[in-house]
C-alpha cells in the first residue's frame, strides 16, 4: 500500500516537473518570439507610406516626409512647378515628383514619355552644379514601365527611375547612395500607383500645423491662423535635385471663384452693440481647391473670429499651371452690415 502510495506520489511529481519544464519553455519560446516582433516594428517602423493629397501614387518614405514646392526647368521655354515629397535621414535624400499629363498643346515637354525622360534628363543636366545623369536600364516597378539612371551631383552618388502611367509621370530619386543599398531599393520597389488620395489625414505627410485659439470663458476653438507648411532645409544631407523655389500663385481677391463661400453669423454682442465693417481674411488654398490655411487680417476684432470661422469651410475651385496643380494665397472679404 505504502509502496503503491510512494510511486503514485513520484509519478505527480514527475509530472509536475515536466508540466513546470514546458510551461517555462513555452514562456522562453514567446518571449523570444515577441521580441523578434518588437525587434523587427523598431527596425521598420520610421518608414511611413505617403500619399500625397491631390495625387494618385503611394510610396515609403523614411523618418519625416515634407513637401517642398519647387520649379523643373524641362525647356528652353518651359519651367513647370512641382511639388517635391522628400526626406532626407542618414545621409541620404529621397524625392519623389508626379507631373500630370497635360493636353499635348500645353506642355510639349510633357507630351509624351520619351519627352518627358528627356526633359528630366535636361532638368539634372541645366544647373550650375556638377552633375551628371547616366541611363543603365529599363525597369517596371509593380507594373509601371520606366528607365533607371546612375546619378551623380557633386561629390553624391544617386540613382533616378523616371516612371510614366496614362495619368502621369513620376521621377523618383535618392541622392547619397548607390544602386546596392538596401534602402534604396526599398523606396523604388514600394511605389504603387493608385486611387487619387483627396484625404490630409490621410496622406501621411508633414503639413502645417494649426494654431487653436480659445477664448476666455469659451470651449470653441478658433483655427484662425496656422504655420507654414514646413519646407525641408536645403542645408541638412545631400543636395536637392531640383533647388529652384516657387510660392504659392497670388489669386488676388477669391470671392468669385469659389465652390461654397460660406457666410459667416453675425456674432450676437457685435451686433447688439452694432459693430460693423469690412473684414479681410488672407487664406492659402491647397492644389484640390481647400483652405488649409487662414488668417483675418483687417477689421474689428470682434468679428474677425466669425470671418475666419466661414473662411475655413469654403472651397474654391482648383487651380493650375501649364497642367500641374498649384496652390493659391489670397483675400476672401466679408462685410458685417447691422
Excluded at 56 to 78: G, K, Y
Excluded at 155 to 179: D, K, S
Aim: glycine share 8%; with cysteine; charged share 20%.
Amino acid at each position: 500500500m505504502n509502496r503503491t502510495m510512494y510511486s503514485t506520489l513520484g509519478r505527480e511529481v514527475a509530472f509536475k516537473m515536466v508540466l513546470k519544464l514546458a510551461n517555462s519553455i513555452l514562456i522562453v519560446t514567446v518571449l523570444f518570439f515577441v521580441g523578434g516582433i518588437a525587434t523587427s516594428f523598431a527596425q521598420t517602423e520610421p518608414w511611413q507610406r505617403i500619399a500625397p493629397i491631390g495625387y494618385s501614387f503611394t510610396i515609403l518614405m523614411p523618418e519625416r516626409a515634407s513637401v517642398a514646392h519647387r520649379r523643373i526647368q524641362v525647356s528652353d521655354q518651359d519651367s513647370i512647378p512641382v511639388a517635391v515629397y522628400q526626406s532626407v535621414t542618414g545621409g541620404k535624400r529621397y524625392a519623389v515628383v508626379a507631373l500630370l499629363k497635360p493636353s499635348p498643346d500645353t506642355v510639349p515637354a510633357l507630351s509624351s514619355y520619351e519627352k518627358f525622360t528627356a526633359a528630366m534628363e535636361r532638368s539634372f543636366k541645366s544647373n550650375e552644379r556638377p552633375e551628371s545623369l547616366t541611363f543603365e536600364r529599363d525597369v517596371s516597378l509593380e507594373g509601371v514601365s520606366g528607365k533607371q539612371y546612375r546619378l551623380k551631383i557633386g561629390e553624391y552618388p544617386g540613382v533616378a527611375c523616371f516612371l510614366g502611367t496614362t495619368e502621369a509621370f513620376y521621377a523618383l530619386v535618392v541622392i547619397g547612395a548607390e544602386e546596392s543599398d538596401k534602402d534604396v531599393d526599398r523606396f523604388l520597389s514600394s511605389f504603387r500607383a493608385g486611387e487619387l488620395n483627396t484625404n490630409h489625414e490621410l496622406s501621411g505627410m508633414s503639413s502645417g500645423v494649426v494654431v487653436t485659439l480659445v477664448r476666455p470663458g469659451s470651449s470653441t476653438p478658433n483655427r484662425s491662423s496656422v504655420t507654414p507648411s514646413p519646407e525641408l532645409a536645403d542645408s541638412t544631407g545631400p543636395p536637392e535635385p531640383w533647388p529652384q523655389q516657387v510660392g504659392p500663385i497670388m489669386g488676388g481677391v477669391l470671392n468669385g471663384k469659389a465652390i461654397k463661400l460660406f457666410i459667416p453669423a453675425y456674432p450676437a454682442a457685435a451686433r447688439a452693440s452694432r459693430e460693423s465693417g469690412q473684414i479681410q481674411v488672407k487664406v492659402l488654398i491647397d492644389e484640390l481647391g481647400n483652405v488649409i490655411q487662414v488668417e483675418a487680417l483687417t477689421g474689428p476684432p470682434s468679428l474677425r473670429e466669425a470671418a475666419a470661422a466661414a473662411a475655413w469651410k469654403s472651397r474654391f475651385t482648383p487651380t493650375r499651371l501649364m497642367g500641374q496643380p498649384v496652390r493659391v494665397n489670397g483675400i476672401i472679404i466679408y462685410n458685417f452690415v447691422p
